[in-house]
Nanobody, 128 residues
Framework: QVQLVESGGGLQQPGGSLRLSCGAS????????IGWFHQAPGKEREGVAC????????FYADSVKGRFTISRNNGENMAYLQMNNLKPEDTAVYYC?????????????????????WGQGTQVTVSS
């Protein structure tokens, strides 16, 4: 059974940090680019960060550059999103997703369309 499961969300004060984890089962993330997205109430789902299949190149939304870091561990079939200097506007449900790409793909995209597997999401709330 193909599954992505996010964890690590919660309530954090502004300026604090959280580390989100995304565990994959039923398939091998080696063949996929990985993205993290968030969706706040009443808003569309937006790309936050993604990491390519080859070379693990990373790409970030302008709103999180310098604060968030995406990483992957293919051996453990895991992906991560380290979130530092959190702001109230980071409050949202965070989803990880995978896009199957060719072996030589060094790119990934920050819009949800091409991603085929999605997790159930984890809530991140930033508030004092």
């Amino acid at each position: 059974q193909v599954q992505l499961v996010e964890s690590g969300g919660g309530l954090q004060q502004p300026g604090g940090s959280l580390r989100l984890s995304c565990g994959a089962s039923g398939f091998d993330i080696d063949y996929y680019a990985i993205g993290w997205f968030h969706q706040a109430p009443g808003k569309e789902r937006e790309g936050v960060a993604c990491i390519s299949r080859r070379d693990s190149n990373t790409f970030y939304a302008d709103s999180v550059k310098g604060r968030f870091t995406i990483s992957r561990n293919n051996g453990e079939n895991m992906a991560y999103l380290q979130m530092n200097n959190l702001k109230p506007e980071d409050t949202a449900v965070y989803y990880c997703a995978t896009e199957k790409v060719t072996s030589g793909s060094t790119l990934c995209v920050l819009f949800p369309g091409p991603y085929n597997y999605w997790g159930q999401g984890t809530q991140v709330t930033v508030s004092s």
